[in-house]
C-alpha cells in the first residue's frame, strides 16, 4: 500500500534532482524515492551502530576488561602476516 506526501523543493534543487536522475537513469520520482530509502537505512545502521558501542562499552564498565593498545596492536598485526 502507498501513500502520497507532499513535498516542497526550491527550483534548484528539483532541477538537480532532474539532472541527476537522467544521468541515473531514472524517472525524478524514483530518484527521490531510493534517495529517502537510503537515508532511513544509513540512519537506521547509525542507530544500531550507537546501541552496539553503547552495549558494549556498558559491558566494560561493568567488568573493567580491557585490552591494551600495544597488546591489541600486537595481535592484528600477527594476524595480518596470517599467524
Known amino acids: ?11 534548484e534543487l528539483k ?4 539532472r541527476a536522475a537522467e544521468r ?4 525524478p520520482h ?3 524515492l531510493e534517495a529517502i530509502a537510503e537515508k532511513a537505512e544509513l540512519v537506521e545502521k547509525r542507530a ?3 546501541a552496539e558501542a553503547d552495549a558494549r ?3 566494560i564498565v561493568e567488568s573493567g ?5 600495544t597488546d591489541l ?11
Do not use: C, Q, V
Open 65 to 69: 576488561r580491557t585490552l591494551a593498545w
Open 24 to 27: 541515473a537513469g531514472k524517472t
Open 1 to 11: 500500500m502507498t501513500t502520497t506526501t507532499t513535498i516542497r523543493l526550491t527550483k
Open 48 to 50: 544500531d551502530f550507537d
Open 15 to 18: 532541477a538537480r534532482i532532474a
Open 73 to 83: 596492536r600486537h595481535y592484528l598485526e600477527a594476524h595480518l602476516a596470517g599467524k
Open 30 to 32: 524514483s530518484f527521490i
Open 57 to 59: 562499552f556498558a559491558r
